[in-house]
């Protein structure tokens, strides 16, 4: 046996019979807009992550978590609670408004985001190589993508020149996509009815728009607070039978009829895997803002069948997950 | 004195340590030294071979990632643009993205250069848009080579992109043009493991990093950081085929090999930190150090039980030696080590035991000398026998002589020059005495008393003693002479008588002296002081005894205090 491995040994034997709580541990603070149910899929992903780079929760990293359950003016309040503890590093995963909330509350303690859209764009950081100060982070592609969302939609509904998108004013990114499926819509031929929600009372009311437009179809911009809300969303696309399509493949999983963004999955475990190299050391100025590779297509056949569209091959062979 | 047991220890120790460390651990230095210089070389040839054969692996892996993104791009130019193709090339391209996850975006450009079809994963589909690409580098590239691998360019500062453009066989077929994210290289050069902790990396053809198992680093785009892979590169292409030393970015000192990828000109590098690589070695060094460290430590301790082997019967020696030369003859060297120690105190107690046997005799000779002549008391010695001095009774010689006209010459004369005229006088008796070994009982003043025939039993004493009388009256009669010229007015005469006397030791502890005692002492002594000078005068026994030999006159009989009746006294003529 190796001295190196020897005294590793020794260490874990120690860290093991040290008691649980001990302050040998380090912390995590978890900032999240939502709810541990809604963010159930994704705190999976960060623990995977967190784990790749050899933290456990309970054995050898202690989290705190701080949740707003969906109020977003809650948000700078929890941050600047975390950001008075002991802790060794803030995680703020799920949105831009959860970034820039942890960002105004420390400018020491190491930060690791997750969030959509461009983070130099909405001042979340200076440069994607070299964050600097203590942020950094992972982006999704998810915002960029509403576009395409656009796209796909037309291709699954030939026939209808008119098209509703759901936006959240609230969010910061909704002016840049707003830009976004406008042009989007010009080059594709097609006019825009534009809902806004950022409530949940606001979702049934949109639904029902949709008809009374008689919009081909809604298509959901970017967004957590409509991420979160796959599952109410996907109920009412099929009580109100609108073919729709959402950035989360938890929507078409619900019933919904599509999903296309970036794999949130991903982009929660290279959160985790950061947040753990910076309880080993590095400092997140050394670490580069990190763009998810994937964008998936989800489609659900049974909700297609349902709404009575049949799904052309362009879609079936470029999806990503199909399901029946 | 001082401390003369402690110097030699350790000097010892000292010598024995060397010649043992000499004898057990330069071997080992030796055989630990060639054994590291070549193991390394044979590692270092091993390390070469492993190396090259890793990068060797890993450049097929990512050529293999490569040439999957041009086989895929191949389908979509084998067949010329036509109106009625549009949908079919749509869903391949469609397709394309779906199996090529590398590929963000795919245009197809058709023979004149006009774009007709653009596919992404994230900005707007195109479809006909006829723009023209044929001035594009992508497209003049393809066309002249049939595929084009663009340069490694950075989004945003960031994420690694390359272009990768094909023409189909004809020119008709058109170009395929797609946009390749080279992040998905991570998965493949992060399966490349060599050793335990070694890794593979990608630069591109000017020396930035494209690819490496912590995509941060790729991401981080900075070129400064990234220079010490350069050098690494240099290193190696400054000896192809050869695994080079060098540094990465984290700064530990690595064995890298590369193989250089055709087409891109990237360079697929491998690296192992130097301290893994070499871990054989170092473990080989390591034992050694602890061999010799082992070898040392017996060679001490071998040279301490041998020092303590020799120093113990070296310290009973020396004390031995000290004690017999202080002159402690019957003290013994008792050593039983059954080799030259013991053979050595041996001799020396041989030595002892021979030097007791010779002091015992010399101060035998010593005693004997004061009263005996030199030559009787050697005789004495070397018979071994002292019993002669045991009191007896003898026929003795008694020979008495004196000065005559002494005690006036005393009165005048200088201290010095009575110690002066008295030192010669004896000189002369002395000699004269040791020739007819007689031997010398007293003197006081300016007379002496001499016994012939004892203690040691000579031939004829009679002769012997008037032959000697003569001689004392020669040797004196030429001093005499000499004190003269001086004007000392001085006399010799001598008086001997012969009969038998009580001879042997006499006198207290502190002071034994040899002695004869009887009638003829007396009658010796009184014929002396009756002897004018130049004359001998000799007792009737004596006389009858040298008759026939030394020509004698007899004079009137004398009457001597002591005597009752008048002595017959004879005078030799010499």
Redo the contacts between chains.
């Keep these: 046996m190796r001295r190196r491995d020897f005294i590793a040994l020794v260490g874990s034997a120690m860290a093991w019979m040290t008691p649980a709580g001990a302050q040998t541990m380090p912390v995590i603070g978890y900032l999240g807009s939502e709810t541990p149910e809604r963010y159930s899929s994704r705190l999976n992903a960060f623990r995977s992550g967190l784990a790749e780079a050899g933290y456990a929760e309970g054995r050898n990293v202690a989290i705190e978590f701080r949740w707003a359950e969906g109020q977003y003016s809650r948000l700078p309040a929890l941050a600047t609670d975390l950001a008075s503890r002991q802790i060794n590093v803030l995680v703020a995963a799920g949105g831009a408004e959860v970034a820039l909330a942890a960002k105004s509350a420390t400018a020491t303690i190491p930060i690791v985001f997750e969030m959509g859209g461009d983070p130099i764009a909405l001042g979340v950081v200076d440069s994607l190589s070299r964050p600097g100060g203590n942020l950094t982070g992972v982006s999704s592609l998810s915002v960029e993508v509403s576009r395409k969302r656009l796209e796909f939609m037309r291709e699954v509904r030939p026939g209808t020149n008119v098209f509703a998108v759901a936006i959240n004013p609230t969010s910061p990114t909704s002016h840049s996509q707003l830009k976004n499926l406008r042009a989007a819509a010009d080059s594709l031929g097609v006019e825009l009815v534009v809902l806004k929600a950022s409530n949940e009372q606001e979702f049934d009311n949109m639904f029902t728009t949709v008809h009374e437009t008689h919009a081909g179809g809604l298509v959901f911009s970017s967004d957590p607070y409509f991420a979160y809300r796959s599952q109410q969303l996907a109920a009412l696309a099929v009580r109100h039978a609108v073919p729709a399509m959402t950035q989360s493949r938890d929507f078409p999983l619900a019933g919904g009829l599509m999903s296309y963004g970036g794999d949130f999955a991903q982009s929660h475990r290279h959160t985790g895997i950061y947040a753990g190299r910076i309880l080993k050391g590095e400092k997140p100025a050394d670490l580069p803002v990190q763009r998810v590779t994937k964008v998936e297509l989800f489609i659900n056949l049974k909700s297609a069948n349902a709404l009575g569209i049949s799904l052309p091959p362009s879609i079936l062979s470029s999806a990503d997950g199909v399901i029946e | 004195m001082a401390d003369p047991l402690i110097a030699p220890h350790s000097s010892l120790f000292r010598k024995y340590f060397r010649a043992l460390f000499a004898a057990a651990v330069v071997p080992l230095l030796i055989a630990g030294g060639s054994e590291a210089w070549f193991g390394y070389h044979d590692q270092r040839a091993r390390l070469n071979d492993l190396l090259n054969a890793e990068a060797r692996f890993a450049a097929v892996n990512i050529q293999d990632f490569i040439e999957g993104i041009r086989d895929q791009l191949v389908w979509t130019v084998q067949l010329p643009w036509s109106d009625d193709t549009g949908e079919r090339r749509?869903?391949d391209a469609?397709?394309l993205?779906?199996q090529a996850?590398a590929v963000e975006n795919l245009s197809l450009v058709d023979a004149t250069g006009r774009e007709r079809l653009f596919v992404s994963?994230?900005?707007?589909?195109?479809i006909e848009s006829g723009d023209d690409h044929s001035e594009k580098p992508a497209v003049i590239g393809a066309r002249s080579d049939r595929i084009w691998y663009g340069p490694v360019t950075?989004h945003?500062?960031?994420?690694p992109f390359m272009t990768v453009a094909i023409a189909g066989n004809r020119s008709a077929d058109g170009v395929a043009v797609a946009e390749v994210?080279l992040?998905?290289i991570w998965e493949v050069i992060s399966g490349i493991r060599v050793g335990r902790t070694g890794e593979a990396f990608v630069l591109d053809r000017p020396g930035r990093l494209v690819a490496h198992p912590d995509?941060?680093l790729v991401?981080?785009?900075?070129e400064i950081a990234q220079r010490p892979l350069q050098t690494l590169r240099a290193a190696i292409l400054a000896r192809p085929g050869q695994a080079a030393a060098g540094q990465d970015i984290s700064g530990t000192t690595v064995l890298a090999a590369m193989v250089q990828i055709p087409g891109v000109n990237w360079s697929v590098i491998v690296k192992q930190p130097i301290a893994e690589a070499f871990g054989p070695i170092y473990a080989a060094l390591w034992r050694t150090g602890a061999l010799l460290i082992a070898g040392a430590a017996l060679a001490a301790m071998l040279a301490y039980w041998l020092t303590q082997r020799m120093v113990g019967p070296i310290q009973l020696l020396e004390e031995g030696v000290a004690r017999i030369g202080a002159g402690q003859f019957d003290h013994r060297i008792n050593l039983a080590t059954s080799d030259e120690f013991e053979r050595l105190a041996t001799r020396f107690n041989e030595m002892a035991s021979e030097l007791a046997v010779s002091q015992e005799r010399s101060e035998r000779i010593s005693r004997l000398k004061r009263f005996l002549a030199p030559q009787i008391a050697e005789l004495i010695d070397r018979t071994g026998d002292d019993s002669v001095l045991d009191g007896r009774r003898v026929e003795v010689v008694v020979v008495f002589c004196d000065l005559r006209g002494f005690t006036a010459f005393s009165v005048r004369a200088e201290p010095e020059t009575i110690m002066a005229v008295l030192r010669e006088y004896y000189d002369a008796l002395e000699r004269v005495v040791s020739a007819h070994e007689a031997t010398l009982i007293n003197f006081s003043g300016d007379g002496a008393m001499v016994l012939v025939n004892a203690p040691v039993a000579v031939s004829d004493p009679a002769l012997r003693a008037v032959n000697m009388a003569g001689d004392m009256q020669r040797s004196v009669q030429k001093l005499l002479a000499h004190w003269r010229a001086l004007d000392h007015q001085l006399g010799f005469g001598v008086g001997l008588a012969m009969g038998p006397a009580t001879v042997g030791r006499i006198g207290s502890e502190g002071r034994l002296d040899y002695s004869a005692i009887g009638s003829v002492v007396n009658l010796a002594s009184r014929l002396c002081s009756s002897a004018d000078d130049s004359q001998i005068l000799i007792d009737r026994v004596t006389a009858q005894a040298v008759r026939s030999s030394i020509p004698l006159v007899e004079l009137d009989a004398r009457t001597l205090k002591g005597f009752d009746e008048p002595v017959p006294v004879f005078s030799a003529v010499i």
């Design positions: 749509r869903l469609l397709r993205l779906r996850q994963r994230i900005g707007l589909n195109r950075f945003d500062g960031s994420e994210n992040k998905f995509i941060s991401l981080r785009a900075d």
